[in-house]
């Protein structure tokens, strides 16, 4: 098996840089599509790297919502504007008359820190709105509309200690109502202190590599060096490597 380090090195090389293999990594990812001088190896991503690649680090914790599945009733949620009442494990929306009914919980949060809201909309017979604030009902940290039946997984940005996720129905006619369920807020770990391997292995998995981060990292050199050399690399140097 060629050794990861040797097949970077020349992968390197062949790309037409020099000097020591940390000097031409840094010289190499200088140059990455996603733009910008990054500083690695360290704990820094540059925000163009990770808005390219999407990529989400873990969740952490438990969910922050309480009763986000509705078994046997609506308690932790205070409706305004509509019942909210549990019917089979859902948590039914239902307008009184000419008002926008929503149902809202405060969460513990965070400023700075991002979380991921999740859940599940059935358009019964209304559209829906998911909202965000550091008010209830508010929505300046966020408002998705949900026209279809659809699960939703929205991240946000808290701004404040507590923050509001609130549930409404798109619509003031009286009767109209939505059906949600599963609602699960997390908290993600703070991508700034991702660290760079975890980052690196992730994105390796978005290019398709699969395995623990050697792997990856070894089936990407070879291939960077596999196109580097025009696809020599069999021909011209496996006997050195394998
Ligand atoms: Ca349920």
């Known amino acids: 098996m060629p050794q ?34 990054p500083t690695l190896p360290n704990k820094t991503v540059p925000d163009a790297w990770k808005a390219a690649l999407s990529v989400v680090p873990p969740s952490i914790g438990p969910t922050l919502v309480q009763n ?26 239902t307008n009184q008359a000419a008002s926008f009914g929503r149902a809202s919980q405060a969460f513990p949060t965070v400023a700075g820190k991002k979380y991921l809201v999740e859940g599940n909309f059935r358009r019964v017979d209304v559209n829906g709105i ?49 059906g949600w369920d599963n609602i699960v807020i997390t908290e993600l770990q703070d991508i700034d202190n991702y660290q760079r391997n975890d980052w690196w ?16 990292e070894l089936a990407y050199w070879l291939q960077v060096f596999q196109d580097a050399t025009g696809g020599a690399y069999s021909a011209a140097y496996s006997t050195a490597f394998d």
């Open 130 to 178: 998911l909202r965000a604030s550091t008010v209830p009902d508010g929505s300046e940290l966020l408002s998705a509309g949900l026209t279809s039946t659809q699960s939703f997984s929205h991240i946000i940005t808290a701004t404040a200690a507590t923050t509001y996720v609130s549930l409404w129905n798109n619509s003031t006619v009286g009767g109209n109502s939505s």
């Open 201 to 216: 292995y992730e994105y390796l998995g978005s290019l398709g590599y699969t395995g623990q981060l050697n792997d990856r």
């Open 68 to 93: 986000g599945t509705f078994d046997t009733d609506t308690a932790g949620w205070t409706a305004v504007g509509g019942t909210f009442v549990s019917t089979s494990g859902e948590a039914i929306l």
């Open 4 to 37: 990861l380090s040797d097949v970077r090195f020349a992968a390197l090389r062949a790309l037409g840089f020099t000097g020591s293999t940390s000097d031409m990594l840094l010289a190499w990812l200088q140059t990455f599509p996603f733009g910008g001088a």
